[in-house]
């Protein structure tokens, strides 16, 4: 079991930048591909990125395509998603997750083994 926590939400005005950071430990080796996914007050959690075992390859919804950036830190086991030109509807809980061992372009919630609790982001116009 691989067990995740993120940091780095908090509240910032339209057109800032803030860098989401997910730590795995435990059975590190499982983490494989991982992903960013969001979820705004009242509506179903949503994919908002996805980058593979040795972070060669990235995929990104289209509403964040060109402003999010998905990294990792394999010797850290950490990560990351820089989040710049930020707009209130991007507003949400953001979750990470791991364990996706097939296509990241495959971004169903159903492909990934564990979850973390969250971070909120608030997007202030």
């Known amino acids: 079991q691989v067990q995740l926590v993120e940091s780095g939400g908090g509240l910032v005005q339209a057109g800032g930048s803030l860098r989401l950071a997910c730590a795995a430990s435990?059975?590190?080796?499982?983490?494989?591909?991982m992903g960013w996914f969001r979820q705004a007050p009242g509506k179903e959690r949503e994919f908002v990125a996805t980058?593979?075992?040795?972070?060669?390859?990235?995929y990104y919804a289209d509403s964040v395509k060109g402003r999010f950036t998905i990294s990792r830190d394999n010797a850290k086991n950490t990560v990351y998603l820089q989040m710049n030109s930020l707009k209130p509807e991007d507003t949400a809980v953001y979750y990470c997750?791991?364990?996706?061992?097939?296509?990241?372009?495959?971004?169903?919630?159903?492909?990934?083994?564990?979850w973390g609790q969250g971070t909120q982001v608030t997007v202030s116009s």
């Open positions: 980058i593979s075992r040795i972070g060669v390859s990235t």
């Open positions: 997750a791991a364990g996706h061992s097939g296509s990241i372009y495959d971004p169903r919630e159903a492909n990934f083994g564990s």
């Open positions: 435990g059975r590190t080796s499982s983490t494989y591909g």
